[in-house]
């Protein structure tokens, strides 16, 4: 599969989470402020970007994340409401790049570029040994 053939530019997506407290950097590291951790908005961008092209991607084919260059820019508590959003901004034979950004309410508080190489399940599982 060629992802030229059905991945277009501008394509995008957005995603929406209440930040629980088992995303914040004080649950996953001990004494640590309840915010939102950056590995989690991260997620959510990966997310984002994912759904902004999985309903082109032929069966038996996914994307996985194969490049993050994000930035962090401002905490968000826990019950925050954060929007992430994945736009299409390059396609190549195999991966596709996004530009995304993270919002708590109208602040901006990340943002960068992602990438995602395009797999096929079959030929991945088989090479790894997954069933």
């Given amino acids: 599969m060629d992802a030229r ?11 929406t989470l209440i930040v629980p407290p088992e995303q914040t950097v004080g649950h996953l590291l001990a004494g640590m402020p309840m915010v939102f951790a950056t ?42 409401t954060i929007r992430t959003t994945a736009k299409v901004i390059e396609v190549e034979r195999r991966v596709i790049r996004f530009e995304v950004a993270a919002f708590d309410g109208e602040r901006r508080i990340g943002d960068g570029r992602h990438g995602r190489g395009l797999v096929n399940v079959e030929a991945f599982n088989k090479r790894f040994g997954a069933t």
Avoid: F, K
């Fill in 5 to 15: 053939d059905v991945i277009r530019i501008g394509m995008s997506a957005e995603r």
């Fill in 39 to 80: 590995p989690m908005m991260i997620l959510q961008m990966e997310l984002a970007s994912g759904d902004a092209i999985r309903g082109q991607l032929v069966p038996g084919w996914v994307t996985v994340g194969t490049e993050v260059d994000i930035r962090h820019l401002a905490a968000s508590a826990v019950g925050a």
